[in-house]
């Protein structure tokens, strides 16, 4: 039995983790948590989602209450962890080999870069994109509420000028932080596959060189795995 | 002439956080003073350094970077590499999980009181006081969690300073010379205690010079 346990749906933040989990070649288990039914919010899940102390390895024991039962949550033995992006570069770091050094951390100019373009996807790629996944995706398969078509044209009009950028960078450059695939690329996989999954996934044939790096990235074994799980929980919610 | 640069304006939380991990790291910079008001964020020049327009920028010799906290791990990472607590799994985890609650909980939240209160009638409008009392309640709630933190470690990753608690103290220095700074300071010693520790560095002191409207400058003006 794997003693890495992801907690969370197959889906967005969640699926982050899986990619990175996948891509070091990690056996772990998914734990799923019933977001709809609010299993997050359990006393299990948030005692899950506290802090580890770093002198004796073992998780405290303090619940961390309100808005950090959030998911996904990450357990590899004793070390429990929160927040997608910081699980991620522990399993990167951890799993670390020849053939996946993703975060490149061995090089100062080339970890700068994985970093800035993290930091990119995470404060302003992310910010355009994801409220078109929530009210055209997620709003109306998940919840059944109405698409606010408001929110999805001002989004749009931010995310085309996140692509302009996105473009020329990927004109001199193959991934996001030089010539090799790194964290900052598999950061942009949940959110970006759920936006192919929405009416406006056409928005790409207009960037060439950003359609050119998604195709790399989803023909790679992690992705088009991780794919097909994130389609059948869509459907299977 | 300093080998590292750094361009935008000083008064920028963003900007501060670079500009303090320089000097807790004891690296010579140079400030590269730029007008927001003359758009120079937005000419061929910057957009060549950041395509996205934003501040801050630093080159470090044949390194051009952006996005603040990129910035700051990169100065840690060649100068103060305990900061990031590299060279231990625990250790570094813990410093990044702290610095992801700090970028997607405590500063948006915080940040949102910032803009209205401190910058909006820089950006021309009046506050927005819903938005205000919305972000003071997420803030509450944040702090519930640092309390916690705080009470059962002396820093965010543990018993170590790390570049999570030193990203906090721009924007919570700001937030210090609102009149919301009793959300921050009231039922929360530990949180107290930990903040007052970080705003007497000597590397925060001289940073919070850059920033007028914040802390305890603003309160020396009124």
């Known amino acids: 039995m794997a003693t890495v346990k992801v907690f ?8 982050r ?18 977001f709809l039914a609010m299993e997050h919010k359990s006393p299990e899940h948030l005692a899950r989602n506290v802090t580890t102390d770093s002198v004796s390895g073992s998780p405290c024991s303090r619940l961390a209450k309100g808005i950090l039962g959030q998911i996904p949550a990450f357990q590899d033995g004793d070390v429990v962890l929160f927040e997608s992006r910081a699980i991620c570069k522990y399993v990167l770091r951890k799993y670390k080999s020849a053939e996946a050094d993703l975060l490149r951390e061995g090089d100062l100019k080339d970890a700068a870069m994985v970093d800035v ?5 995470a404060h302003t790629y992310h910010t355009a994109i994801s409220p078109i996944v929530y009210e055209c995706l997620l709003k109306p398969t998940m919840l059944s509420i109405p698409t606010n078509d408001k929110v999805v044209e001002e989004s749009l009009k931010k995310l085309k000028k996140v692509l302009d950028v996105y473009e020329a960078r990927l004109a001199n450059h193959k991934y996001l932080a030089g010539d090799f695939v790194s964290f900052a ?3 942009h996989f949940p959110y970006t ?8 996934a056409s928005l790409f044939d207009s960037y060439p060189n950003v359609k050119a790096w998604w195709e790399r990235l989803m023909a790679r074994p992690s992705m088009s795995k991780l794919g097909a799980d994130m389609a059948a929980a869509v459907k299977a919610a | 002439m300093a080998a590292v640069k750094v361009y935008g304006w000083a008064v920028s939380p963003y900007v501060s956080r670079a500009l303090l991990a320089l000097e807790e790291a004891g690296v010579d910079y140079e400030l ?16 060549a350094r950041n395509p996205f327009g934003q501040v801050p920028v630093l080159e470090d010799g044949d390194l051009t970077l952006f996005e603040s906290r990129a910035i700051a791990r990169h100065v840690f990472r060649k100068h103060k590499p305990e900061l990031l607590g590299s060279g231990s799994l625990d250790r570094s985890a813990a410093v990044d999980v702290w610095q992801e609650v700090e970028a997607q909980q405590l500063h948006p939240a915080a940040g949102a009181v910032v803009v209205e209160c401190v910058f909006a009638p820089f950006l021309g409008r009046a506050r927005d006081q819903a938005a205000v009392d919305a972000n003071v309640e997420k803030l509450r709630n944040v702090l519930r969690v640092y309390e916690a933190r705080l009470a059962a470690h002396r820093y965010l990753a543990g018993d170590f300073l790390s570049a999570a608690d030193l990203s906090h103290f721009p924007i919570l220095h700001y937030f210090m010379g609102t009149e919301y700074a009793g959300v921050v300071l009231e039922g929360h010693p530990h949180v107290k205690a930990w903040w007052e520790d970080l705003a007497a560095r000597p590397a925060a002191r001289k940073v919070a010079e850059f920033m007028p409207l914040g802390g305890a400058a603003k309160k020396q003006q009124e």
Do not use: K, Q
Not at chain 1, 117 to 121: F, G, H, N, P, Q
Not at chain 1, 193 to 200: I, N, Q
């Open chain 1, 8 to 15: 969370g749906l197959p889906l967005t933040n969640t699926a």
């Open chain 2, 32 to 47: 590269i003073p730029m007008n927001r008001g003359s758009g120079d964020h937005r000419t061929p020049d910057h957009l």
């Open chain 1, 17 to 34: 983790v899986m990619v990175c989990l996948e891509e070091v070649g990690a056996e772990y288990e998914v734990v799923n948590m019933d």
């Open chain 1, 193 to 200: 596959f759920a936006f192919m999954a929405t009416p406006h």
């Open chain 1, 185 to 187: 690329d598999l950061n």
């Open chain 1, 117 to 121: 373009w993290t930091e990119v996807e």
